[in-house]
T-cell receptor, first 116, second 114 residues
Framework: AQSVTQLGSHVSVSEGALVLLRCNYS??????LFWYVQYPNQGLQLLLK??????LVKGINGFEAEFKKSETSFHLTKPSAHMSDAAEYFC??????????????FGDGTTLTVKP | ETGVTQSPTHLIKTRGQQVTLRCSSQ?????VSWYQQALGQGPQFIFQ???????GRGNFPPRFSGLQFPNYSSELNVNALELDDSALYLC?????????????FGPGTRLTVT
């Protein structure tokens, strides 16, 4: 079984400030972890993924995340927030790289607000 | 390379009716997954199709069914609609290999059941 917990359903930061969105996971096997972004009335876009290679993963739009096995965490960060980063962010876990891997488990999401 | 498309974008149905939602996968992708995203929640896995066969199912009743066609497009059918079926329905396509965890999502179909 696998699960994801996103700490904080709403996060508000000022433009230019650090963005930190928290994600903790549970998985019985080595996990594959993902962060997605969803803009209003749109589908999900993959930001970055961890697939058992480097523990620090860089994604699009300046985001990165660090896989910490000891803490079962995969927090998403960005050094300097931009107004266009305002969106909903989802952390997801999958436990297999084979064709069954599409059965991802998602967290409930964190809404990021960026203040001018 | 075309992305994942879904139709219709919005749909209003009455309780007890049936609905069919459609998804066209990204070019070259042979795996499609369907998700239900209720308001304020993350997507919940409904089922996955791989090369026209169901390849896993989440905790959804049998009135949720699907098809995948030889061109890898897909349908989600929901019978006997209930008010709680109101949600955004997302499909995601991927390659049926070691990269299949990398899913590409469509924009979704917003279903409202009244």
């Amino acid at each position: 079984a696998q699960s994801v917990t996103q700490l904080g359903s709403h996060v508000s930061v000022s433009e230019g400030a650090l963005v930190l969105l928290r994600c903790n996971y549970s998985s019985s096997v080595p996990p594959y972890l993902f962060w997605y972004v969803q803009y209003p009335n749109q589908g999900l876009q993959l930001l970055l993924k961890y697939t058992s290679a480097a523990t620090l993963v860089k994604g699009i739009n300046g985001f990165e995340a660090e896989f910490k096995k000891s803490e079962t965490s995969f927090h998403l960060t960005k050094p300097s927030a931009h107004m266009s980063d305002a969106a909903e962010y989802f952390c997801a876990v999958s436990d297999s790289p084979n064709p069954n891997a599409g059965k991802s488990t998602f967290g409930d999401g964190t809404t990021l607000t960026v203040k001018p | 390379e075309t992305g994942v498309t879904q139709s219709p974008t919005h749909l209003i149905k009455t309780r007890g009716q049936q609905v069919t939602l459609r998804c066209s996968s990204q070019s070259g992708h042979n795996t499609v997954s369907w998700y239900q995203q209720a308001l304020g929640q993350g997507p919940q896995f409904i089922f996955q199709y791989y090369r026209e066969e169901e390849n896993g199912r989440g905790n959804f009743p049998p009135r949720f069914s699907g098809l995948q066609f030889p061109n890898y497009s897909s349908e989600l059918n929901v019978n006997a609609l209930e008010l709680d079926d109101s949600a955004l329905y997302l499909c995601a396509s991927s390659l049926g290999d070691e990269r299949s965890y990398e899913q590409y999502f469509g924009p979704g179909t917003r279903l409202t059941v009244t």
